[in-house]
Protein backbone atom coordinates (compact mmCIF):
# COMPACT_ATOMS: atom_id res chain seq x y z
CA UNK A 1 0.00 0.00 0.00
CA UNK A 2 2.98 2.18 0.95
CA UNK A 3 4.58 1.88 -2.26
CA UNK A 4 1.71 3.20 -3.88
CA UNK A 5 1.58 6.06 -2.76
CA UNK A 6 5.05 6.92 -3.35
CA UNK A 7 6.71 8.49 -6.25
CA UNK A 8 8.67 7.34 -8.48
CA UNK A 9 11.79 9.17 -7.00
CA UNK A 10 11.64 8.14 -3.47
CA UNK A 11 9.69 10.91 -2.21
CA UNK A 12 5.75 10.66 -0.45
CA UNK A 13 3.33 11.63 -2.66
CA UNK A 14 0.75 14.77 -1.32
CA UNK A 15 -1.56 12.01 -0.52
CA UNK A 16 1.04 9.86 2.10
CA UNK A 17 1.06 13.21 3.68
CA UNK A 18 -2.73 13.75 4.84
CA UNK A 19 -2.92 10.25 5.64
CA UNK A 20 -0.05 10.22 7.85
CA UNK A 21 -1.67 13.21 9.90
CA UNK A 22 -5.34 11.61 10.54
CA UNK A 23 -3.58 8.30 11.53
CA UNK A 24 -1.74 10.19 14.26
CA UNK A 25 -4.93 12.13 14.86
CA UNK A 26 -6.62 9.04 15.19
CA UNK A 27 -4.12 7.40 17.76
CA UNK A 28 -3.67 10.59 20.09
CA UNK A 29 -7.99 10.68 19.84
CA UNK A 30 -7.91 6.94 21.11
CA UNK A 31 -4.94 7.43 23.51
CA UNK A 32 -6.87 9.95 25.57
CA UNK A 33 -9.73 7.96 25.14
CA UNK A 34 -8.24 4.83 26.89
CA UNK A 35 -6.86 7.40 29.79
CA UNK A 36 -10.47 8.62 30.48
CA UNK A 37 -11.98 5.36 30.51
CA UNK A 38 -9.71 3.77 32.92
CA UNK A 39 -9.39 6.45 35.59
CA UNK A 40 -12.83 5.89 37.50
CA UNK A 41 -12.16 2.05 37.27
CA UNK A 42 -8.32 2.88 39.04
CA UNK A 43 -9.78 4.94 41.46
CA UNK A 44 -11.52 2.49 43.74
CA UNK A 45 -8.48 0.28 44.57
CA UNK A 46 -5.59 0.06 46.40
CA UNK A 47 -2.25 -2.32 45.85
CA UNK A 48 -0.63 -3.38 48.31
CA UNK A 49 3.34 -5.15 47.78
CA UNK A 50 5.39 -7.70 49.40
CA UNK A 51 8.53 -5.77 48.83
CA UNK A 52 9.88 -2.19 48.69
CA UNK A 53 9.48 0.07 45.63
CA UNK A 54 6.02 -1.79 44.50
CA UNK A 55 7.64 -5.33 44.04
CA UNK A 56 7.23 -8.67 44.75
CA UNK A 57 3.62 -10.18 45.13
CA UNK A 58 0.33 -7.64 44.87
CA UNK A 59 -2.60 -7.34 46.04
CA UNK A 60 -5.33 -5.16 44.67
CA UNK A 61 -8.21 -4.71 46.98
CA UNK A 62 -11.65 -2.64 45.90
CA UNK A 63 -12.73 -2.83 49.06
CA UNK A 64 -12.81 -3.38 53.29
CA UNK A 65 -10.31 -6.43 53.51
CA UNK A 66 -8.81 -8.48 56.38
CA UNK A 67 -6.23 -9.02 54.98
CA UNK A 68 -5.64 -12.71 56.56
CA UNK A 69 -7.86 -13.70 55.01
CA UNK A 70 -6.15 -13.25 51.47
CA UNK A 71 -2.84 -14.86 52.40
CA UNK A 72 -1.24 -10.99 52.79
CA UNK A 73 -1.17 -11.28 56.90
CA UNK A 74 1.76 -8.57 57.95
CA UNK A 75 3.92 -8.88 54.91
CA UNK A 76 3.44 -5.35 53.18
CA UNK A 77 6.40 -3.35 52.56
CA UNK A 78 4.68 -1.02 50.31
CA UNK A 79 1.57 0.90 48.75
CA UNK A 80 0.02 2.44 45.71
CA UNK A 81 -3.02 4.01 46.52
CA UNK A 82 -5.20 4.78 43.31
CA UNK A 83 -7.89 6.46 45.00
CA UNK A 84 -9.65 7.94 48.19
CA UNK A 85 -8.02 7.80 51.26
CA UNK A 86 -8.01 4.30 53.35
CA UNK A 87 -6.41 3.25 56.75
CA UNK A 88 -4.47 0.12 57.55
CA UNK A 89 -4.84 -1.16 60.72
CA UNK A 90 -2.18 -3.17 62.71
CA UNK A 91 -4.92 -5.70 63.72
CA UNK A 92 -7.24 -7.66 62.06
CA UNK A 93 -10.55 -6.87 62.14
CA UNK A 94 -10.44 -3.28 61.92
CA UNK A 95 -8.24 -2.64 65.18
CA UNK A 96 -5.54 -1.44 66.46
CA UNK A 97 -3.01 1.36 65.80
CA UNK A 98 -3.22 2.74 61.93
CA UNK A 99 -1.68 4.08 59.28
CA UNK A 100 -3.84 6.92 57.06
CA UNK A 101 -2.86 6.76 53.02
CA UNK A 102 -3.82 9.82 51.39
CA UNK A 103 -5.48 9.71 48.34
CA UNK A 104 -3.39 8.80 45.31
CA UNK A 105 -0.39 8.55 47.65
CA UNK A 106 2.65 6.38 46.60
CA UNK A 107 4.31 5.07 49.41
CA UNK A 108 7.60 2.69 48.24
CA UNK A 109 8.97 2.06 52.02
CA UNK A 110 6.29 1.56 54.78
CA UNK A 111 9.63 1.93 57.63
CA UNK A 112 7.67 1.67 60.86
CA UNK A 113 5.04 0.00 59.28
CA UNK A 114 6.90 -2.48 56.85
CA UNK A 115 5.07 -6.24 57.59
CA UNK A 116 2.67 -4.79 60.23
CA UNK A 117 -0.67 -4.17 58.34
CA UNK A 118 -3.50 -6.80 59.18
CA UNK A 119 -6.17 -5.03 58.17
CA UNK A 120 -7.65 -2.20 55.58
CA UNK A 121 -10.74 -0.01 54.69
CA UNK A 122 -11.49 3.09 53.60
CA UNK A 123 -11.66 5.86 56.84
CA1 LIG B 1 -0.27 -6.83 62.03
Known amino acids: MRHMLTRSDGTPSRLARPRR ?11 TLSMTIAS ?7 TLYENAG ?21 ITSSIRNSGARR ?3 DLTNYRGPYLAIAPWQYLPWLGSWNDRISSIRRC
Not at 21 to 27: E, K, N, R, V
Open 21 to 31: ILLATALAVAS
Open 40 to 46: PAQAQTI
Open 54 to 74: ASGRQLTLAMSSDLSRLGFDN
Open 87 to 89: CAY
